[in-house]
């Protein structure tokens, strides 16, 4: 009879499955991961030192740098935070473009995380199909703000740039062809019987669990913990009549579905944005004051805080930045991965929780 | 099995699927009009009043510089995140970047800032140098310039009575020499820029 050896299978810092460096260390035994413990600190950046002392028009601009996927709400939690501080109103229309553009980068990232996923589990077509779907949302963001991911679009009291009608028309266009391409898509991952054999079942992580691991994000809802979407909260998302979905299974598959569901959901949103809009201003103007504040927002990747403090000419005394990742890679780490059957569904499990390394270390 | 097979045999055998498959070529990528793009000169006349410079958020992205045609700005690409600041900064409309100049002019937006003066009274020893080098003093006082010390109160700064005064503040121009001079780093110039929907119109 072979005998079973127990290996302590490192995978990474660099692995082809991995977008930024970050070493998973398995206990195995044969190749069913009995534990598993994440090694960190590959890129840390000590950007919070950075903004420290400088005025918030050059904070803003460092925040979206944090992470370069899920950069527009990085600018916005930054900025809503500075206008909490100084009690700043933001006029309707800009509110809702506030909201058009979150909605545009979280359909992206979303789409980038699924296809960075079909890619991991080898189904290159599906995963190619998505990245060129993403293509869409990007050019709409580069139409809206005039750049493509660093879009600093959010100033405190307003936005940027106003969204005129012949691009409203092409935003309608595009957020159509996006709709019709990605119910495809959805189904091609839905019924296949390859991609359904290789998520469901995968990586399981309970209510419980996701609970006491402090999951946020896609992995909580995935989960079934629907109120952990801090979009409810949101004065312009409660406008619109926002409810959040929630899957119950918690296993690779839901994590990969309530992505496909929020991105029709953000779809949703800014249709509604749209017809809601009525023209106006666009910055109500008002200077940043002394005083710290924290505040919380939903980034793609889950709930994102800002805790800011500000000195009498509106410049940064102290910042603080966490970001979702972290609480999903130990969830990953600690409880999904725990009895996966191979190492492929190691990597697989690790790229369905989302990980981004960037935000992570700052 | 057999249906999937024939459908590709009949997808292939359609004159269409082959002259797509040998000649079809990806379109060429274009920069949209809408990009913004590190900022250009239009050709307006700059008056040097630095406002670019100031709102910059990065370290020597950009310069205003005296050449033959008079002062102009000069951007560093390296330097440059073409954040699109001192498009809308520019009360001239020298510069342009994609298309926030003509959205600025349609949307009417822009940027009011103002000045303030800290000084580290610890720090301080009251050497003066600030308030010799400031370009702004030389203007209002040529004898303090000049000489090193003055009586005239029109100034932004003056050592007076053995104390740092900062007598006109308003007067700032937020260009950061004070700071730059200042041997002990006493001094420094915070900048207040605020998002406003309708420019203020001056003079």
Known sequence: MKKTVDVSLPIGPLHPCFKEPARIRCETKGERVISAEMDLGYVKKGIERIMRGRPWQEVMFLAERICGICSVIHNMVCIETLEKISGVEVPER?????????????????ILANFSYCYTIEHETL??????????????????TGARVTCAYMVPGGVRFDLRDEDRITLEAALDHMDHE?????????????????????????????????????VAR??????????CEHPTYQKLGFTPLSYEEGDNYARVMIRFDEVFQSIDLIRRCLANMVPGTIRGGGAIKAGEATHAGEAPRGELTYYVKTDEYGRIVDITVRTPSIMNIESCAHYMLEGVSSAADVTSTFISADPCIACTER | MATSLSYYL???????????????????????????????????????????????????????????????PVIYPGHCIRCGLCVEACPEGVLMSGRILESQFYDNTGYASTFHITVDRVRCMRCGNCS?????????????????????????????????????????????????TCPN????????????HVPEEEG
């Open chain 1, 94 to 110: 800009a509110a809702y473009l506030r909201v058009i553009v979150n909605e545009l980068d979280r359909i992206q990232s979303h």
């Open chain 1, 127 to 144: 995963a190619m199909y998505l990245l060129n779907l993403r293509e869409t949302a990007m050019d709409m963001l580069e139409l809206i």
């Open chain 1, 182 to 218: 990605l119910r495809r898509y959805v189904g091609m991952f839905e019924h296949g019987p390859l991609v359904a054999q290789r998520s469901k079942g995968v990586g399981i992580i309970s209510r419980e669990d996701v609970i006491e691991a402090h999951g946020v994000g896609p």
């Open chain 1, 222 to 231: 995935a989960s079934g913990i629907p109120e952990s979407d801090r979009r």
């Open chain 2, 10 to 72: 009949r997808e292939m055998a359609r004159g269409e699927w082959l002259r797509k498959f040998l000649f079809v070529k990806t379109a060429p990528y274009e920069t949209p009009p809408h990009f913004r793009d590190y900022p250009r000169l239009t050709g307006k006349e700059c008056t040097h009043c630095l406002a670019c410079m100031m709102i910059c958020p990065t370290p020597g992205a950009i310069e205003v510089l005296k050449t033959e045609n008079g002062w102009n």
């Open chain 2, 132 to 180: 010799v080098a400031c370009p702004v003093n030389k203007e209002e006082d040529p004898q303090l310039a000049a000489t090193g010390t003055g009586a005239n109160d029109a100034v932004i700064m003056r050592v007076k009575g053995g104390e740092l005064q900062i007598l006109h503040e308003e007067k700032c121009t937020g260009c950061k020499t004070c700071e730059e």
């Open chain 2, 185 to 196: 780093s006493a001094i420094r110039v915070a900048r207040v820029v605020e998002a406003i």
